[in-house]
C-alpha cells in the first residue's frame, strides 16, 4: 500500500510527464441557482489556447450594478403611485409625471365673460332706455315730476361706462380662460376703473333740492354711499378674481 506521500509525488511526476503545469487545470465548481457548473480554475488552458481567468476579490464583475430594461419601476401620476415597467431613469429614480393643471382659471374666466356679456347688454339697455323712462314718468307726474328726474345724459354716460367695463371684462375672461395671468391683471384694472368712474359720476349728477335737505348735502350722502358700497363690492370681486392664482398647479403663465 503506498503513502499518502507516495501517491502525491507519482501524481506530480504524472503531470509532468503529460506537460500540464502542477496546480491547474483542476476543474472546480460552481453553485449558480439551483443548478451546479464546472468552470476552470484560475489560469486554465482551454482549448485554442484561450485563457479564462476569475475576477479579483472586490473587482466589479460584469452585468452588476447596471440598469436593466424590463423592470418594474414606481411612476407618481397625479399624487398617487402606479406600478408599471418601463426603462430605469438615467439618474436611479422613479419618473414623476405632473398632474394636470387646476381649472380654476378655466372657470372664474368663463364666469366673468357672462358678467361681461351681461353688463354690455344692461348698458346698452341703459343707454337706449333712459330717456324714454324720463318722457314716461313725466307724462305720468306732470312738470313736477321732471325737477326729480335724473336727466338723461346720465343715463348715457352710465350706460357707455356699463358697456365698455363689460367689453373689457370679456377680454380679461378670455385671457384667464387660456390659463393666461394678464387676464387677472386686467380685470382688476378694469374693477378699479369702473370703481373710480362710478364716484365721479355719482359726483357730477344734478340733485333736487327739498325742504327737508339740500341738493348739496344729498350729493354728499350718495357719492359716500356710492364709494363705500363699491368698495366693498370691489373687494369681494377682486377676491373672486384671484382665486386662480391663490391655487397650486394653477397652469397660468
Known amino acids: 500500500m503506498q503513502s499518502c506521500g ?5 501524481n506530480l511526476h504524472g503531470r509532468k510527464m503529460q506537460g500540464v503545469p502542477p496546480n491547474q487545470g483542476t476543474p472546480q465548481q460552481m ?3 439551483q443548478s451546479q457548473q464546472e468552470v476552470p480554475s484560475q489560469g486554465y488552458m482551454g482549448q ?3 485563457t479564462f481567468q476569475q475576477p479579483a476579490v472586490g473587482q466589479p464583475q460584469p452585468g452588476v450594478g447596471q440598469p436593466q430594461q424590463g423592470f418594474t419601476t414606481q411612476q407618481i401620476m397625479g399624487g398617487q403611485v402606479y406600478e408599471g415597467g418601463g426603462v430605469a431613469s438615467p439618474y436611479g429614480g422613479p419618473v414623476v409625471y405632473a398632474g394636470p393643471p387646476s381649472q380654476a382659471a378655466k372657470i372664474i374666466g368663463i364666469l366673468l365673460m357672462i358678467y361681461g356679456g351681461f353688463s354690455i347688454a344692461g348698458g346698452l339697455l341703459t343707454a337706449a332706455g333712459g330717456g324714454f323712462l324720463n318722457s314716461y314718468m313725466s307724462s305720468m307726474g306732470g312738470s313736477e315730476m321732471n325737477e326729480l328726474l ?12 356699463g358697456a365698455l367695463t363689460g367689453a373689457g371684462y370679456m377680454y380679461a375672461g378670455w385671457l384667464m380662460q387660456a390659463f393666461q395671468k394678464k387676464g387677472v391683471w386686467v380685470a382688476w384694472g378694469i ?14 349728477t344734478p340733485y333736487p333740492s327739498t325742504p327737508d335737505m339740500s341738493d348739496e ?3 354728499l350722502i350718495s357719492v359716500g354711499t356710492t364709494a363705500f358700497c363699491g368698495l366693498f363690492g370691489a373687494a369681494i370681486c377682486g377676491l373672486i378674481l384671484a382665486i386662480p392664482l391663490m391655487v397650486s398647479n394653477n397652469g397660468m403663465e
Not at 6 to 10: A, D, V
Not at 191 to 199: H, R, T
Request: no cysteine.
Open 6 to 10: 507516495e501517491l502525491k509525488s507519482s
Open 31 to 33: 453553485v449558480v441557482g
Open 48 to 50: 485554442q489556447g484561450t
Open 150 to 161: 335724473t336727466p338723461t345724459w346720465v343715463y348715457v354716460i352710465q350706460g357707455v361706462v
Open 191 to 204: 374693477l378699479g376703473l369702473a370703481y373710480l368712474v362710478s364716484i365721479v359720476v355719482t359726483a357730477i
Open 217 to 219: 348735502s344729498l350729493r
